[in-house]
C-alpha cells in the first residue's frame, strides 16, 4: 500500500473513532462532578443549614441521579448524553434549577403518640438551586480536545 492510501485510511479510521471518544470523555466527566461537586470550574451550592441528611453527600443519596448518566445516541454528527428517565424525574430540576409550587399527594403518617393520620394533598412552594452536573463546559471541551488529539496522534503513530 502506498503512503497516501494508508494515511487516507489512518485519517479515516481516527475519524470514525472520535464520536465514541467524545461520548466516553463526557460521560465520565459527569460522572466526575458528582465527587467534584462542581461543574465548569463553579462549586455547587451546599446544603442549606437547616437541611440534616440522613446519608450521602451533596445529589448523592441513593446513587439512582449518578447511575442514570448513560450514552443515549452516538453518530458521525453529535453525542448525546442522557440523565434522569421514569425512575429519577428530579434531575432536571437538580442540573438547571427550579423554583414553583409543586403538589403533595394525599399520604399517611404516623403521630408522636403512634397513631396513624392521612395528610391531605396539598401544594408546597420549593426552590431547588442550581447544582449543575451535566452540559456544555470550557472544561469539557478542553477534555474532548485532548483525547481527539491524543486519538488522531495514536492512529498515526501505528
Known amino acids: ?3 497516501s492510501k494508508e494515511l487516507e485510511q489512518r485519517v479515516k479510521e481516527a475519524i470514525e473513532a472520535v464520536p465514541e471518544a467524545v461520548a466516553s470523555t463526557a460521560k465520565r466527566y459527569f460522572l466526575e462532578r458528582f465527587s467534584e461537586k462542581a461543574f465548569d470550574g463553579e462549586p455547587w451550592k451546599p446544603w442549606g443549614k437547616r437541611y440534616k441528611p440522613g ?3 451533596l445529589l448523592v443519596q441513593s446513587g439512582a441521579l449518578r447511575k442514570s448518566i448513560d450514552i443515549d445516541e452516538i453518530s458521525a454528527r453529535r453525542v448525546v448524553i442522557t440523565a434522569g428517565g421514569d425512575r429519577v424525574p ?8 427550579f423554583s414553583g409550587s409543586v403538589v403533595v399527594r394525599s399520604h399517611e403518617r404516623v403521630s408522636k403518640k403512634g397513631k396513624p393520620y392521612v395528610v391531605k394533598q396539598h401544594t408546597r412552594k420549593m426552590l431547588v ?7 456544555e463546559s470550557h472544561e469539557l471541551e478542553t477534555l474532548i480536545k485532548k483525547d481527539v488529539e491524543q486519538l488522531f496522534k495514536n492512529t498515526m503513530e501505528r
Open 129 to 135: 438551586p442550581r447544582r449543575r452536573f451535566m452540559g
Open 55 to 57: 446519608r450521602g453527600t
Open 90 to 97: 428530579y434531575a432536571r430540576a437538580h442540573n438547571e434549577g
Open 1 to 3: 500500500m502506498d503512503f
